[in-house]
């Protein structure tokens, strides 16, 4: 059996997760794509801190002695699933960095490029040169 | 863009300001019929402003991305201007101008060639690097030549010529952090041919290398997770019409 003061922490520290997950998103600090599995973990943990039989029937499932540690287990799961998430994440946003600070070099130089050349065309005219191809 | 000379040169560079003007130089002009295209990853030095003031193009990362980002650009501007070959030089003076002749050489007198590379082990070149390189650099060796069904014998080597078809691959895809390794294997899966010639290649003639002596031991396991993971990918790179391996609407 759970003991009742874990039970009563759990249920509130899980209960205010999900509050504070829910408000981040509300203020738009947090995008719902990265809230989902957050919001998820907190609920997952409340129904399982406060269903006390489900708890008991899960860790004897899965060979745990004290239900309470099969809470640990449970949150210990989603914390290494989140963090694999944000590892995913981070990831792809170094590849969207590099794809982004690849595509400003180039144009960054096509720009230069542009801005020698018609100098060079509004020079000749000066001159009364014809222009000619950019070498 | 650039029809009156279909060569390309890059040099990619981070804080090289001690050797980049010297290396420009002896590669632009007559002397190599190649345009230069230094890409400046980053430098927190001048190495940008003295490439410029010495003739070459300059792509200027704003935030340094490591050198497969930087030889990654110089692929995606010899592809976007119409080169039919590009070359990639060292920036601190390790790779000899007068070589890049027996890289061209190579691929003129094979066509279905794609990649040429410069080797510092085919023959007694006597390239000084410190024996725990060599032997790192030699069990990639083995390994790569396993694998690819080909004798390797220097797949850290930066010195390479790339015809259209291998400016093309690597301009959509090309290895992040340590990029020589992976792109022998990456030729090997796109069913691009590649040979190597003999080259000398001298001491680094200042700056700092991509790989200081602390880095040695990850750079080893960096690389060799990225071969046998490559083993497994079943399509090394999307094709037209996979998903994009960079987007923004990805769910979880």
Same mark, same amino acid.
């Given at each position: 059996?759970?003991?009742?003061?874990?039970?009563?922490?759990?249920?509130?520290?899980?209960?205010?997760?999900?509050?504070?997950?829910?408000?981040?998103?509300?203020?738009?600090?947090?995008? =719902?794509?990265?809230?989902?599995?957050?919001?998820?973990?907190?609920?997952?943990?409340? !129904?399982?801190?406060?269903?006390?039989?489900?708890?008991?029937?899960?860790?004897?499932?899965?060979?745990?002695?004290?239900?309470?540690?099969?809470?640990?287990?449970?949150?210990?799961?989603? !914390?290494?699933?989140?963090?694999? #998430?944000?590892?995913?994440?981070?990831?792809?946003?170094?590849?969207?960095?590099? $794809?982004?600070?690849?595509?400003?070099?180039?144009?960054?130089?096509?720009?230069? #490029?542009?801005?020698?050349?018609?100098?060079?065309?509004?020079?000749?005219?000066?001159?009364?040169?014809?222009?000619?191809?950019?070498? | 863009?650039?029809?009156?000379?279909?060569?390309?040169?890059?040099?990619?560079?981070?804080? =090289?300001?001690?050797?980049?003007?010297?290396?420009?130089?002896?590669?632009?002009?007559?002397?190599?019929?190649?345009?230069?295209?230094?890409?400046?990853?980053?430098?927190?030095?001048?190495?940008?402003?003295?490439?410029?003031?010495?003739?070459?193009?300059?792509?200027?990362?704003?935030?340094?991305?490591?050198?497969?980002?930087? $030889?990654?650009?110089?692929?995606?501007?010899?592809?976007?201007?119409?080169?039919?070959?590009? !070359?990639?030089?060292?920036?601190?003076?390790?790779?000899?101008?007068? @070589?890049?002749?027996?890289?061209?050489?190579?691929?003129?007198?094979?066509?279905?060639?794609?990649?040429?590379?410069?080797?510092?082990?085919?023959?007694?070149?006597?390239?000084?690097?410190?024996?725990?390189?060599?032997?790192?650099? #030699?069990?990639?060796?083995?390994?790569?030549?396993?694998? $690819?069904?080909?004798?390797?014998?220097?797949?850290?080597?930066?010195?390479?010529?790339?015809?259209?078809?291998?400016?093309?691959?690597?301009?959509?895809?090309?290895?992040?952090?340590?990029?020589?390794?992976?792109?022998?294997?990456? $030729? #090997?899966?796109?069913?691009?041919?590649?040979? =190597?010639?003999?080259?000398?290649?001298? @001491?680094?003639?200042?700056? !700092?290398?991509?790989?200081?002596?602390?880095?040695?031991?990850?750079?080893?396991?960096?690389?060799?997770?990225?071969?046998?993971?490559?083993?497994?990918?079943?399509?090394?790179?999307?094709?037209?019409?996979?998903?994009?391996?960079?987007?923004?609407?990805?769910?979880?």
């Amino acid at each position: 059996m759970i003991d009742a003061r874990l039970k009563a922490v759990s249920i509130v520290a899980c209960a205010a997760l999900f509050l504070v997950v829910l408000d981040l998103v509300r203020r738009r600090r947090l995008l =719902e794509r990265y809230a989902l599995l957050w919001m998820g973990s907190a609920l997952v943990l409340l !129904v399982l801190a406060s269903w006390t039989s489900l708890l008991g029937r899960v860790s004897e499932a899965i060979g745990i002695a004290t239900p309470s540690n099969a809470l640990f287990v449970a949150a210990f799961g989603f !914390v290494l699933l989140l963090l694999l #998430h944000f590892s995913i994440a981070v990831s792809r946003l170094t590849d969207q960095a590099k $794809v982004l600070a690849q595509r400003v070099a180039l144009l960054e130089e096509r720009q230069h #490029h542009a801005e020698r050349g018609s100098a060079a065309a509004e020079a000749r005219e000066l001159v009364g040169e014809r222009p000619r191809e950019r070498a | 863009m650039n029809a009156e000379n279909p060569y390309l040169a890059v040099i990619p560079a981070y804080n =090289e300001s001690a050797t980049i003007l010297s290396v420009v130089e002896s590669l632009s002009g007559d002397t190599t019929g190649f345009d230069v295209l230094v890409v400046d990853d980053g430098s927190t030095d001048q190495t940008g402003r003295l490439a410029l003031a010495a003739g070459a193009r300059v792509l200027r990362h704003p935030f340094n991305l490591g050198i497969g980002g930087a $030889v990654q650009s110089g692929f995606t501007y010899a592809l976007e201007n119409g080169y039919q070959r590009m !070359v990639q030089v060292d920036a601190d003076g390790q790779h000899v101008p007068g @070589e890049i002749e027996k890289l061209s050489l190579a691929m003129d007198e094979n066509p279905r060639v794609d990649m040429v590379c410069g080797s510092r082990f085919l023959t007694k070149t006597g390239y000084p690097a410190p024996i725990s390189r060599r032997t790192g650099i #030699h069990i990639f060796a083995f390994l790569l030549s396993r694998i $690819v069904g080909q004798r390797v014998s220097d797949p850290t080597s930066g010195f390479r010529l790339y015809n259209r078809r291998g400016i093309a691959l690597f301009a959509r895809d090309y290895p992040h952090d340590y990029p020589e390794v992976e792109a022998v294997l990456m $030729v #090997h899966h796109h069913r691009l041919r590649m040979i =190597e010639v003999p080259v000398r290649m001298l @001491e680094r003639g200042g700056g !700092v290398s991509s790989i200081g002596s602390g880095k040695s031991a990850y750079y080893m396991i960096k690389v060799l997770l990225a071969i046998f993971v490559g083993l497994v990918r079943r399509r090394p790179i999307p094709e037209p019409g996979d998903d994009a391996p960079v987007t923004v609407t990805h769910g979880i």
